[in-house]
């Protein structure tokens, strides 16, 4: 089974500064990807960012990057630039896959962590 | 645009009736489909897996009496929650995964189910 581990309940940040959330995991499998969701005020989930295990190079989505640590099953996100618009509560997810990429069984989510843009 | 749609958004009962919330693949065919709760605050929790054609897989605690999960088709998976009760209110989110490989997870808008 894995389990997926968010350590920051809460976290706060000025407009325009950076921000990391902290996500580790816990997997005995070879093959997988980890995800990024936000969950805005609306409640619509959104994912913002994903990365597949077997790639080293860390994924970016513009503002969003990830620094992936496989040995240490870590996955943090890294908001640069942070805007307001980035207040909400972020997921850090996983499911596994087979050699071939395909993932099977579902998603597994950490707890999330509240983040607040401050003007 | 929307990939699932999930209706209805919101919905206020009396206890001891039943809600009927549905989940829409709008773009592909979903064999699979998840239905999760969410409380305030909290982590989305998987109640059940819906397979089209079969019976759900319902995970452990979750009464599979009182959520009924229907898969009649490949875009269209129900989760009735019935003689509900004030517990049973909390947010509602279906999620399907792209097939074939799986590895994009798109959401439903949720359902905010309120039982007085």
């Known amino acids: 089974a894995q389990t997926v581990t968010q350590s920051q309940p809460e976290m706060s940040v000025q407009e325009a500064e950076t921000v990391t959330l902290s996500c580790t995991y816990d997997?005995?499998?070879?093959?997988?990807?980890l995800f990024w969701y936000k969950q805005p005020p609306s409640r619509q989930m959104i994912l913002v960012i994903r990365?597949?295990?077997?790639?080293?190079q860390n994924a970016t989505e513009n503002r969003f990057s990830v620094n992936f640590q496989k040995a240490a099953k870590s996955f943090s996100l890294k908001i640069s630039d942070s805007q307001l618009g980035d207040t909400a509560m972020y997921f850090c997810?996983?499911?596994?896959?087979?050699?071939?990429?395909?993932?099977?069984?579902?998603?597994?989510f950490g707890q999330g962590t509240i983040l607040t843009v401050h003007p | 645009g929307a990939v699932v749609s999930q209706h209805p958004s919101w919905v206020i009962c009396k206890s001891g009736t039943s809600v009927k919330i549905e989940c829409r693949s709008l773009?592909?065919?979903?064999?699979?489909m998840f239905w999760y709760r969410q409380f305030p605050k909290q982590s989305l929790m998987l109640m059940a897996t819906?397979?089209?054609?079969?019976?759900?897989?319902?995970e452990q605690g979750v009464e599979k009496d009182k959520f009924l999960i229907n898969h009649a088709s490949l875009t269209l998976s129900t989760l009735t929650v019935t003689s509900a009760h004030p517990e049973d209110s909390s947010f509602y989110i279906c999620?399907?995964?792209?097939?074939?490989?799986?590895?994009?997870?798109?959401f439903g808008q949720g359902t905010r189910l309120t039982v007085v």
């Open positions: 999620s399907i995964l792209r097939p074939p490989m799986n590895t994009e997870a798109f």
């Open positions: 990365q597949e295990a077997y790639k080293q």
């Open positions: 997810a996983f499911i596994p896959s087979n050699a071939g990429g395909t993932s099977y069984g579902k998603l597994t």
């Open positions: 819906s397979n089209e054609g079969s019976k759900a897989t319902y």
């Open positions: 773009d592909f065919q979903a064999t699979t």
């Open positions: 997997t005995s499998e070879s093959n997988y990807y």
